[in-house]
């Protein structure tokens, strides 16, 4: 049987965070899977986004402020010649390139262009609230608002391969990067624009993806016992 946990569960848990779910959708499923109700994650990742989402279970959710000061490292694809309206393949397209003349030695001097602390505006189709009221709240109606520019890092950016129409990077930085913003970013500097095709996580601090659970290796795990096995013990 499962290990139904009646007692309170005290740890953190790496989880490999598949497509298509929201990060509140993945503490509700680790709740329903482990029995504990105190969980917390680590930063959030979009729905359309996969990879390492740091779970804190227990009275390990007071550490979870600690990992705001965490690197994190993104694989990423970025599509060029297409904008949408949510800066990523689920949204809306509101500009095409008729042609993408771009060489890859322009996309690598604009990668350089953002290493290191840039100012970033967050998108519409965020969390950050405004008088209140969440962004994406706003931006589903319709409705854009100022939003004020915020300094980030981007300590490490790197060229990984372009096709003509999609390129691939690896970003390594601070906390509070969008990195579908990166994406739109670049392809304004690159005159043809762009936006976020595909999206990894793969480390935050020194939690990396391939030592991640997914959800239903977790509930593998549970099923065999294994639950405090698998748990990082932080307190």
Do not use: W
């Not at 965070?17 to 899977?33: A, C």
């Amino acid at each position: 049987m499962g290990e139904r946990q009646t007692v309170v569960i005290n740890g953190i848990l790496n989880i490999n965070k598949e497509k298509g779910l929201t990060s509140h959708d993945v503490v509700l499923r680790v709740r329903q899977i482990t029995g504990e109700k105190k969980i917390g994650h680590t930063g959030t990742l979009d729905p359309n986004a996969t990879g390492v989402l740091v779970l804190c279970l227990g009275r390990a959710t007071k550490l979870a402020q600690n990992f705001m000061k965490f690197k994190k490292v993104y694989a990423a694809k970025a599509r060029l010649g297409i904008v949408t309206d949510t800066q990523d393949s689920e949204g809306k397209i509101i500009k095409q390139a008729e042609s993408i003349d771009v060489e890859k030695s322009q996309i690598c001097d604009i990668l350089k262009k953002f290493t290191g602390e840039i100012e970033q505006t967050p998108p519409m189709y965020s969390a950050v609230k405004h008088k209140g009221k969440r962004l994406y709240s706003l931006a589903r109606k319709g409705i854009t608002v100022e939003r004020k520019a915020k300094t980030v890092n981007i300590y490490r950016l790197d060229f990984k391969g372009f096709d003509g129409e999609y390129f691939d990077f690896e970003a390594e930085t601070s906390s509070g990067v969008y990195i579908r913003t990166l994406a739109d970013d670049i392809g304004r500097e690159l005159g043809c624009g762009a936006h976020l095709a595909e999206l990894a996580r793969v480390e935050v601090g020194d939690y990396k993806l391939k030592d991640a659970v997914t959800l239903a290796q977790l509930q593998e795990i549970v099923n065999q016992g294994k639950l405090r096995e698998t748990l990082i013990q932080a307190v």
